[in-house]
């Protein structure tokens, strides 16, 4: 069974940071992700890195010089850190995973990804 599980969420003010955690079963996959969804809002693509094949990662415009994702293959754990947060920032950040081949920006619709963790919560004061 996969299981992705997030951890790192919380409360930080504005210019602040945060680093998520996904730890994974333990199972390959070809790329994994963080979505985030904030009330009312439709769940969107933040960021996504290749997990076997290579390590490119792939960012939304709005996160691009502050959001860096990563992962330790070792730990089977993927990472968000998140720096200079802003307000809009402000969402339950999912971990998501899949087997699809999806190179460059290919993987950036919530409906590529079929594994999903619970969610963090990361609230951005101002």
């Known amino acids: 069974q996969v299981q992705l599980v997030e951890s790192g969420g919380g409360l930080v003010q504005a210019g602040g940071s945060v680093r998520l955690s996904c730890a994974t079963s333990?199972?390959?996959?070809?790329?994994m992700g963080w979505f985030r969804q904030a009330p009312g809002k439709e769940r969107e693509f933040v960021a996504a890195?290749?997990?076997?094949?290579?390590?490119?990662?792939d960012y939304t415009d709005s996160v691009k010089g502050r959001f860096t994702i990563s992962r330790d293959s070792a730990k089977n754990t993927v990472y968000l850190q998140m720096n200079s947060l802003k307000p809009e920032d402000t969402a339950v950040y999912f971990c998501?995973?899949?087997?699809?081949?999806?190179?460059?920006?290919?993987?950036?619709?919530?409906?590529?990804?079929?594994?999903w963790g619970q969610g963090t919560q990361v609230t951005v004061s101002s």
């Open positions: 333990g199972r390959a996959f070809s790329k």
């Open positions: 890195i290749r997990w076997n094949g290579g390590s490119s990662t």
């Open positions: 998501a995973a899949t087997n699809l081949f999806l190179p460059g920006t290919a993987g950036r619709r919530p409906s590529q990804y079929p594994y």
